[in-house]
């Protein structure tokens, strides 16, 4: 059976990387110019994309109000928190976000893609997937990086 003409991607392979993407993890990571990063996968591109940046200032329900309700994004979140010896502290996050009421399509691609785009941002402490909020609330984070 023959399948000229027909582009198969390689579901292993996953997206690139954007150059933008990598440099804007290193500000929030390093200068701390960003409390958290949302990234998208441009289909055209084929390439995983900075959508927003949260501020400082910003909070985590800001960063929860950034992850789309019906589909997939990457995302890492800088939690700053005390330890009971009253340290300060600070943890990066990163977030594999596929709720239930995406497209298949899109999680899939996300899937495929996921470990390839971590390995590119170093520096990560924890890695959450979530498929709804209650699976990336405040208190799994706390819990985490006590």
């Known amino acids: 059976m023959s ?4 582009s198969r991607p390689n579901a292993s ?15 929030l990571q390093r200068k701390k110019v960003h409390r958290y990063v949302v990234f998208k996968i441009d289909e055209n591109k084929k390439e995983v994309v900075v959508e ?3 501020s400082p200032a910003e909070n985590y329900d800001d960063f929860l109000a950034s992850l789309p309700e019906n589909d997939c ?3 890492v979140y800088d939690y700053d928190f005390v330890t009971p010896e009253n340290c300060q502290k600070s943890k990066i996050f990163f977030v594999a976000w596929s709720p239930s009421t995406s497209r298949i399509r899109a999680k899939m691609l996300y899937a495929t893609s996921k470990d390839r785009f971590r390995r590119e941002l170093e520096g990560i402490h924890y890695e959450i997937q979530a498929t709804d909020p ?12 006590n």
């Open 134 to 145: 209650t699976e990336v609330d405040l208190d799994v984070l706390r819990e985490r990086a």
């Open 13 to 27: 392979s996953g997206m690139g990387v954007a150059d933008n993407s990598k440099s804007i993890f290193r500000e």
């Open 3 to 6: 399948f000229r003409g027909l």
């Open 73 to 75: 994004r990457y995302a």
């Open 52 to 54: 927003k940046t949260g």
